[in-house]
């Protein structure tokens, strides 16, 4: 029982790491689209 309790914590820990390590990617991938986003804007209201 004991063995099977730690082999599930550690089931649950590398999930837990992979969920923080996906969401730390999404956010990367937001500031980009917001930055891109931004500097086109900004761009195309100094062309008109």
């Known amino acids: ?3 099977e ?5 550690n089931l649950i820990q ?3 790491q992979s969920k923080q390590n996906a969401l730390k990617k999404v ?3 937001l500031i980009q689209m917001y930055w891109k986003v ?5 761009t195309e209201s100094t062309k008109g």
């Open 38 to 42: 931004g500097e086109y804007l900004s």
């Open 1 to 3: 029982m004991k063995k």
């Open 14 to 16: 590398i999930i837990s």
């Open 5 to 9: 309790i730690s082999t599930a914590g």
């Open 27 to 29: 956010n990367e991938e």
